[in-house]
């Protein structure tokens, strides 16, 4: 039986300017792009399926389908009836990216409103993926639920693998959002931050810091990112140095992290190589970074 990898989090509509003022629409989403790269990236010896809530409306159904399309699956997605997805808007000015959320009341916030679904993936996961976004847009019912249920997976022999993707816009407080993202810590077997989130909100100086604090919390892997920095590694209390890939010329860094975790988690769950998985990470990061837009295929 093929293992099953399971994403859960929220897919928004992007609306990406084209070239003549017009604007092109797209899905995506931090765990969703995880997810895609995922599908990729591991054997098919795996299933990728993405967890969360969608509206009972055409553009919901689009959605759903260009999920299902990318060979991800679709059993886990929820149709909230009388609520819709949320959208990002990417403007341009001079040049810059900015982004303009309608996401305040998508039907993702509900993702973890039926405990009977959440079980049933749940008991199907090898391994359960999920990210500080994930959290942030739920309430605090719903957050102690999702994370009841995944250390009850992970009990019964799921591997957890979390990214804090800190964004305190989405949280009501950065105190909750410190405090939500330790505790998800602490049901994690591997963690995979951004050093750069974490000296902002947690007063990191370094890497090691970022590392340590993770570990602390009982992971037994962590894996901290650095943008073009190196990326340092904890491994059971030993921490590792890992050269970063070089990008002559970056286009968009939309998705790195995103992206990096796919490659990452895949070269590892498969053959165990903490290097070389790092290297797959980066090298997968480095490749979409030297592209337009998130998904690049
Ligand atoms: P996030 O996108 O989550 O903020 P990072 O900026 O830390 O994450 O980047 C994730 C990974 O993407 C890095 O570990 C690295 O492998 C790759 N990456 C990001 N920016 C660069 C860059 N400027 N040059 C080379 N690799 C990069």
Known sequence: MK???????????????????????????????????????FSDDWEIAYLTAVGDDEISRRMTEFIR????????????????????????????????????????????????????????????????????????HHRTSLLEAISGARRNGAIVAFDPNLRPRLWEDAETMRQMVMSAAGVSDIILPSHEDEALHFGDP????????????????????????????????????????????????????????????AAYLERGDLSLAIRAGAELAARVISRRGALVD
């Not at 570990?215 to 892997?221: H, P, V």
């Open 69 to 140: 399309d990318a060979g991800i699956r679709t059993d886990f997605i929820q149709k909230i009836p009388d609520r819709t997805v949320g959208l990002y808007l990417i403007q341009l000015n001079h040049g810059e990216r900015s982004f303009a959320y309608w996401r305040s009341d998508s039907a993702a916030r509900q993702l973890a409103g039926d405990p009977a679904r959440l079980e049933a993936a749940m008991v199907s996961a090898g391994v359960i993926y999920f990210s500080g976004i994930t959290l942030a847009i739920l309430s605090a």
């Open 206 to 265: 370094a890497p090691d810091a970022t590392a340590s604090r993770y570990g602390d919390a009982g992971a037994s892997l962590v894996v901290v990112k650095n943008g073009p920095g190196e990326i340092v590694s904890l491994d059971h209390g030993e921490i590792g140095r890992h050269d970063p890939v070089l990008v002559d010329s970056i286009v968009d860094t939309t998705a790195a992290g995103d992206s990096f975790n796919a490659g990452f988690l």
């Open 3 to 41: 293992r099953k990898f399971v994403s859960i989090g929220e897919c928004m509509v992007e609306m990406a300017p084209g070239g003549n003022g017009d604007y092109r629409l797209g899905f995506a989403g931090d765990t969703l792009n995880t997810a895609w790269y995922a599908k990729r990236t």
